[in-house]
């Protein structure tokens, strides 16, 4: 186990901070996957998403497994969603031309007695459901070697009752993480709900880092824990009968916006369907108010350099963050680049 030092303003000189400023790009993302709506709202309807700047569709085929095209179809671009499924199939709306959940195309209705041209084929994506949710691997099928995706066990847990909720905002990826990170905004942010009772005052920010991919903040009687690069959760730093967690993954639909998903979960009172709404509708509002501040900020993305803003202690663990951002962005770990449509 590592702990942290207090970042100092000097950090702007280290070794990683020249590298920094070589290769930031707020299109730049880390290739992985990400979650893109719940597993309960895909039926056999085609639906349209937005994963890195690609537009995807997705559907279910006739044995209910879920399968993702790119969105346009490759005869006249025509939004593949407004097409329709049938057995492993899905039709395009225009001219009927029919693709299977490996985006082959299978069938050319005005002229059904000739080969299909290999470039009426469109691209699939690594696709699949977990903790309720469908996750997207953005890279062509085809080239794709995605690694396994490992969601907090709290999520797989059938003890834990969950709450579901999401959110889009307008803001990048990196200040949508920062602001789980920071616990010194708390008693600000959140003055009328959970920060409430919180002191402004921090006067030791304890993280860990367990591997790189790993940050623990103790937060009074919480542990935040951050897995780089999308998902988070609090869960409560003692073991306790009654548990109350918190989750949220990140996905990145584009530069500019982000979408959380997001799961209150508890151990009690998982037998009122009602609780399940107002856990919901609470963690909505305190999203809400994140929302107004995180979209605010200047620039976009964090800065491309730890001394482009100013940091102070109780900023340990975004720090933490940034460089292990600015490790991804210089080093050789895979990487997509949005597209702009
Ligand atoms: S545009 Fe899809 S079949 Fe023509
Ligand atoms: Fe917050």
Known sequence: METLREPTMDDSDSESGRLIMQASDDEVFPLTWYAVMWSK???????????????????????????????????????????????????????????????????????????????SHIKAYPVQEMAGLVWVYPQDKSEARPEELRVFPELLDNKYSLSPYDATWNAHLTRVVESVLDVAHLAFVHKKTIGRRLNAEIRTMLFEVNDRNRLVIHNGG???????????????????????????????????????????????????????????????????????VVESQHPRPIPEALRMEAHVPADGPQVRFRQRWYQFMTGSEKKIRTTKS
């Not at 997705?58 to 969603?81: I, M, P, Q």
């Not at 049938?86 to 059904?112: K, M, T, V």
């Not at 996905?251 to 508890?266: K, L, N």
Request: hydrophobic share 35%; with cysteine.
């Open 41 to 119: 709202e895909l039926t056999n309807r085609p639906v349209k998403r937005k994963v890195v700047g690609k537009d995807l569709v997705l559907f279910r085929d006739g044995k209910g497994r879920v399968k993702c095209l790119e969105a346009y179809c490759s005869h006249r671009g025509a939004d593949l969603s407004l097409g329709s499924c049938s057995h492993d199939s899905l039709h395009c709306a225009y001219h009927g031309w029919e693709f299977n959940g490996d985006g082959e195309c299978l069938r050319i209705p005005s002229q059904p007695d000739r080969p299909i041209p290999d470039f």
């Open 222 to 292: 919480g542990l935040l824990e951050y897995s780089f690069p999308q998902q988070w959760i609090l869960r409560p730093s003692e073991k306790t009968s009654q548990s109350f967690v918190n989750y949220v993954t990140f996905t990145p639909i584009s530069a500019s916006e982000t979408i959380i998903f997001g799961y209150a979960g508890r151990t009690f009172l998982r037998k009122i369907p009602l609780m399940n709404w107002v856990f919901s509708r609470y963690s909505l509002k305190i999203l809400e108010e994140d929302r107004k």
